[in-house]
């Protein structure tokens, strides 16, 4: 059974570019939520896909956006990047959303980078 | 906005102490999660709790959720230095998205 994996690892990226990060999900799992982690913080929703729709949104703007593929593997799409968005991007899989202990797992993230 | 605070920030012990590391809300979740995240790698699960006033127990770990469901506790006891890392409570809600809300971390070093 293959874990949920990230990439890129790492990223570097200037001011007002556009960045795409993806994720697979584990085995199984149709459902992908994404968050930012910002250096000495916990991790911040950003949102979740669930069977290829958005199934709920945090509070981030409209510029940061995802997709989720028929396979459930998932990407996340920042434009117009600010110094503020470096951070590490975790993704996590789940069995099914809306489950009561529906548990997480989470990939190693990627980590941005903006200069 | 549902927030949860996690003290202490920043802790610092020697091997064989004993540590409790406290999340505090003015929100009710419909359960809560511990998670320990190491360098370079996703939070990984301890422990789900979903009663108000239940206690799980995880080898030296327990874990306490608070009867009005918006505090938790992590009892460690005996700390070794393999239990190092960054320890984050989440609360999960309500909502169809059953999304986390994570506290902001408790860094445990754990010195042998």
């Known amino acids: 059974e293959t874990g949920v994996t990230q990439s890129p690892t790492h990223l570097i990226k200037t001011r007002g570019q556009q960045v795409t990060l993806r994720c697979s999900s584990q085995s199984g799992h149709n459902t992908v939520s994404w968050y930012q982690q910002a250096l000495g913080q916990g991790p911040q929703f950003i949102f979740q896909?669930?069977?290829?729709?958005?199934?709920g949104r945090g509070n981030f703007p409209p510029r940061f956006s995802g997709l989720q593929f028929p396979n459930y593997s998932s990407e996340l799409n920042v434009n117009a990047l600010e110094l503020d968005d470096s951070a590490l991007y975790l993704c996590a899989s789940s069995l099914e959303a809306g489950h009561l202990d529906n548990e997480q797992f989470f990939g190693p993230g990627t980590r941005l980078t903006v200069l | 906005t549902q927030l949860l605070e996690q003290s202490p920030q920043f802790l610092s012990i020697q091997e064989g102490e004993n540590l409790t590391v406290y999340c505090n809300s003015s929100?009710?979740?419909?359960?809560l999660q511990w998670y320990r995240q190491e360098p370079g790698e996703g939070p990984v699960l301890l422990v789900t709790?979903?009663?108000?006033?239940e206690v799980k127990k995880l080898k030296r770990l327990t874990f306490q959720f608070g009867d009005a469901r918006k505090d938790s506790s992590l009892h460690i006891t005996a700390a070794q230095p393999g239990d190092t890392g960054l320890y984050l409570c989440?609360?999960?809600?309500?909502?169809?998205?059953?999304?986390?809300?994570f506290g902001s971390g408790t860094q445990l070093t754990v010195l042998p």
């Open positions: 896909y669930y069977r290829e729709e958005e199934n």
């Open positions: 989440a609360g999960i809600s309500s909502g169809s998205a059953r999304q986390l809300t």
């Open positions: 929100s009710v979740f419909s359960s």
């Open positions: 709790v979903v009663t108000g006033g």
